[in-house]
């Protein structure tokens, strides 16, 4: 089991922070729309995501949905944890983890920061953490991550993680008005384990 989270398979709950070197990794809570905003309302935010900038109304909205999601009992469901600085206790962005599959045990991984944070290591290393969030208590045996192909930070962060770039899908979203091309990076339990100290 790892700390913090209590996991009987089938089911994940978020039971109390988890600390890493330099965040704080927790349910998002009523308090986080002002958060939230500052990060989702951003044109530089979204450029590379599946959804425009939101306003206040629409991030209000989503933090409900964030707020009443703290546990995966079935596939289909998806987590969001908020992403805090430890030493300031600024809410700097939110990672999403989705259970596709108990039969073929797979997840998907995602991750957004406001730009301020950018190039610190802060979204490797909470992704880290849901990831091993993911094979620990969940027993994944397969977790994704996807971008579109222009979005290099991410594929970066999802290298810098050890997930491999596996397809590159030409055209394979139309998103904000043009065809994109989007990335499928993936790592294997086994591959996971192997880079863990």
Not at 26 to 55: C, K, M, N, Q
Not at 103 to 129: L, N
Request: charged share 30%; aromatic share 8%.
């Amino acid at each position: 089991m790892y700390p913090g989270f209590r996991g009987r398979s089938p089911v994940l709950k978020i039971d109390e922070p988890l600390r890493t070197e330099r965040l704080v990794l927790r349910p998002f809570a009523d308090g986080d729309l002002d958060a939230l905003h500052a990060i989702h309302s951003r044109e530089d935010v979204t450029r590379y995501l599946y959804l425009e900038p939101r306003d206040r109304v629409e991030c209000a909205e989503a933090l409900e949905k964030r707020v009443a999601g703290t546990s995966i009992t079935e596939p289909g469901q998806a987590l969001a944890i908020a992403v805090v600085l430890a030493e300031t206790g600024e809410v700097i962005g939110d990672l999403y983890f989705e259970w596709l599959s108990e039969e073929h045990r797979r997840a998907e991984i995602g991750f957004v920061f406001h730009p301020d944070h950018y190039g610190r290591g802060y979204a490797t290393e909470a992704a880290r953490e849901l990831l091993r969030l993911g094979f620990d208590c969940l027993g994944l045996h397969r977790v994704i991550g996807r971008c579109d192909a222009r979005n290099i930070a991410s594929a970066t962060v999802l290298g810098k993680l050890g997930l491999r770039e596996e397809a590159r899908l030409r055209e394979n979203e139309f998103v904000k008005g043009e065809w994109v091309d989007e990335l499928v990076f993936a790592i294997l339990d086994r591959e996971w384990r192997a880079r863990q100290p």
